[in-house]
């Protein structure tokens, strides 16, 4: 089960939570500079990172699971939000250009369903961007975020999972390096633990951020056909003939000569 909408809002409400979100739209905002004209969604709980794309992208909104419940995103004047199932999104084919996946792969029971429902509404040269907690990151281990429930990935569970699911990740990014801890000081040296970590290739990282295209030729398997089941050949005694009648002697004698033929190499021998 994913967090509930009020533990979501209340983390990105605190001191961690904004830093949290700062720390992550630096990377998103990077990969997603050119979105002028595209329709850019999020699917989870999004809404944290999309603020930056909303005055420049066609449509901008936010996908949210039944399950975790919806808020009201920018405003209630002009509500963006929607509840979803996310495995039955009800958007048209190829309809989105830009779908960022946010507190929500880790906590799917079905990911790989989830993915191709994603696989579906993205365009045919649409980009995935999930942001999922990592294995060796402490901010899977910690209960004070949302990224602490669920089921974090390595790398290669992350690539191999993309890749069934007919996406090519194409970029690779790593944040929150600095400890899920809501200590002023730590709060302070955030950033420069988190530019430390990125350019010393830290291992740490608490959350992958992949950027993933969609794969438009699905591979194709051949399915084997069963033949039709032919009855065995039987040899027929001379007799036989005899007992079937002459209209049934020439389906008999193709038998009768197998069968003779077999009983000479038999005298041979």
């Not at 929500?104 to 045919?124: C, F, N, T």
């Not at 056909?225 to 007799?239: D, E, F, G, I, M």
């Not at 003779?260 to 041979?268: K, P, Q, R, T, W």
Request: proline fraction near 8%.
């Amino acid at each position: 089960m994913p967090p509930d909408i009020e533990t979501l809002q209340n983390f990105y409400n605190s001191h961690l939570g904004e830093t949290c979100r700062r720390l992550v739209s630096r990377v998103i905002e990077a990969q997603w500079r050119h979105c002028a004209g595209l329709a850019v969604a999020a699917l989870g709980y999004g809404t944290p990172y999309l603020d930056p794309f909303r005055a420049k992208a066609l449509r901008c909104f936010a996908l949210m699971p039944a399950e975790q419940g919806v808020s009201v995103w920018p405003d209630e004047s002009r509500c963006a939000t929607a509840l979803v199932d996310s495995l039955m999104i009800p958007l048209p084919d190829g309809s989105v250009d830009r779908l960022l996946l946010a507190h929500a792969l880790e906590s799917a029971s079905r990911p790989e369903a989830l993915l191709e429902e994603v696989w579906r509404i993205l365009a045919p040269q649409g980009r995935l961007l999930a942001v999922v907690p990592s294995r060796r990151g402490m901010w899977a281990r910690s209960e004070n975020s949302p990224f602490g429930q669920g089921l974090p990935y390595s790398k290669t569970q992350l690539k191999e999972l993309l890749n069934r699911t007919l996406f090519t990740p194409s970029f690779w990014g790593e944040a929150l390096y600095a400890p899920p801890v809501s200590k002023s000081v730590v709060i302070r040296a955030a950033t420069t633990l988190e530019k430390a970590g990125a350019a010393l290739g830290l291992p740490f990282a608490g959350v992958h951020i992949v950027e993933a295209k969609k794969q438009v030729q699905r591979i194709v398997t051949a399915k084997a056909v069963k033949s039709a089941a032919r009855a065995p050949l039987r040899p027929v005694l001379a007799n036989a003939v005899a007992h079937f009648g002459p209209q049934h002697s020439e389906c008999a004698l193709p038998s009768l000569v197998a069968f003779s033929n077999d009983m000479l190499s038999d005298i041979a021998r």
